[in-house]
Every structure is written in C-alpha cells, then in structure tokens.
C-alpha cells in the first residue's frame, strides 16, 4: 500500500495518498461534517444497492462502486476505512439537499474552495510561481531592512569617539568650520571629514601643532570655535591645512 499522509481536527480524520494526491475521510470525519452519526453513515453505506428506491441523485452513481480510498485499511488502534473524496462529497450534499445545516455549511465550503481551485486552473495561476514571488518579496525587505540597519550602523559610527585611539574626521559638523573675509576656516576635525580622512587622536593633535606652527610662522590668524565635546577649538586657514594634511605625519 501506498504511505499515506493523515491529519485528525476536531475529531475529523483526513488521509492523502503520498505520492497521487488522492484524498478521503474516516467515517467517523464524514459523519461530523454530514451533521449525523456515525451510525447514520453506515446505516447509508449498507443502503448503497442500485435497488434502493429511497437513494438521493447524489448517491444513486455510487451504488455497486468501489467507495474507499485504498484497497486495505489503515490500521491505527484498528480498522479505518478511509472513503474516496468523491464520495464523501455525494454523501455530504445528500444530507444538505435533505436540509441539514451543518452539511450546508460543510458544502459552502468546500464548493468555494473547489470554484477557486477551478478559477485558478482558467486564468494559469501557478502555486509554485505565486509562492516563489513570496518568497523573493520576503527577501527583497529582508536585505533593504539590512541596508537600512547597515546606514543606522554607519551614522552611529560616525558619532562615536572612544577615548583611546579616538577617530576624528568622521563626523562633519557645521560648526567646525568657519568663514572670513580672507577664506575659509576649518578645525583639524572639520577637515579632515572634508578629505574624508580618519585621524586617530595622536595624529589629530599632531596636525593642530603642525598648523599652529605654519600659521604663526606665515602671520595667518588662527581663530577659534566652541566644540561640544572640546570646548574651544582652533580653526586654521583652508590653505593652511591642505599643506599640513599633505606633509608627511611628524609622528612616522
């Protein structure tokens, strides 16, 4: 026998051949979604003879038929007759069409889900396609999510500055840099982001006496600014710096 794949809710077992996809109900599972007993089944299913006057249209086609899924039963704690999908469909309208509302209701629902399966197979809806395209949506958020963390990452990194081994130049605040008459001036911090240079603090500090040193040296002002975190800071002239930054680091 082929393996069969079962799932029991609410007391309803269903049963899928593995690998044909045919499917079917325990009696006990029929009986639940019919709105009867399970007595009231086999009463039905020793009724199914072609002559059976009182058989409804539904289940006149099934008389003398083969009505279960497999050729054997599935043995679970006993004996399970698992009856063809086709059937239990018969058997539930029956029961509807006899004006039982809990077969209606099982009839609504599975004429809906058999109307969208029909719809679906019209317009050459594809499930692996559909599920494919999900899949890809998913990853699609998943890696701009990470980009998104990744910019977040980077401007954190950029307001951070430890003690030791402190990066300057990552950060480009406005107020490190200042503008006269004769030019534009930049703190050691402020220029070094221009250039898009990292300084670690010692070298931070050795390009500021370096610039002191060239501006006192050429009679250029130095000014001064008010840094958050430093305080008062000098600023040097932009042409100043562009010399200093391009000279050799005095501390190699």
């Not at 009867?36 to 002559?51: D, N, W, Y």
């Not at 911090?189 to 500090?205: H, T």
């Not at 002191?212 to 305080?231: C, N």
Request: aromatic share 6%; charged share 20%; net charge positive.
């Amino acid at each position: 026998m082929s393996s069969i794949i079962r799932s029991e809710e609410n007391g309803i077992e269903l049963f899928t051949i593995q690998t044909t996809g045919e499917s079917g109900m325990s009696q006990t599972g029929l009986a639940i979604l019919s709105g009867v007993t399970k007595q009231a089944i086999s009463t039905l299913l020793k009724g199914l003879k072609p002559s059976n006057q009182r058989l409804s249209e539904s289940l006149q086609a099934w008389t003398d038929k083969d009505l279960s899924l497999s050729s054997n039963t599935i043995k679970q704690g006993g004996s399970v007759q698992v009856l063809k999908s086709e059937f239990c469909a018969a058997v539930i309208q029956h029961y509807a069409f006899a004006g039982n509302k809990t077969a209606q209701f099982s009839l609504m629902k599975f004429a809906g889900m058999g109307i969208d399966k029909w719809i679906q197979q019209q317009t050459g809806w594809d499930s692996t396609l559909s599920n494919l395209q999900h899949i890809l949506l998913l990853a699609q958020n998943a890696l701009e999510q990470h980009q998104q963390l990744e910019v977040r990452t980077t401007n954190l990194e950029e307001l951070v500055h430890q003690h030791d081994g402190e990066v300057v130049g990552v950060a480009a605040p406005l107020e490190h840099r200042i503008f006269h008459p004769d030019g534009t001036y930049f703190s050691i911090r402020g220029y070094a982001n221009k250039r898009s240079r990292k300084l670690s603090k010692k070298e931070a500090s050795d390009l500021g006496r370096a610039a002191t040193k060239m501006s006192r040296q050429r009679g250029v002002t130095i000014d001064k600014l008010e840094d958050s975190r430093y305080g008062a800071v000098n600023v040097y002239h932009e042409s100043i710096l562009a010399q200093v930054f391009n000279s050799p680091s005095p501390s190699k």
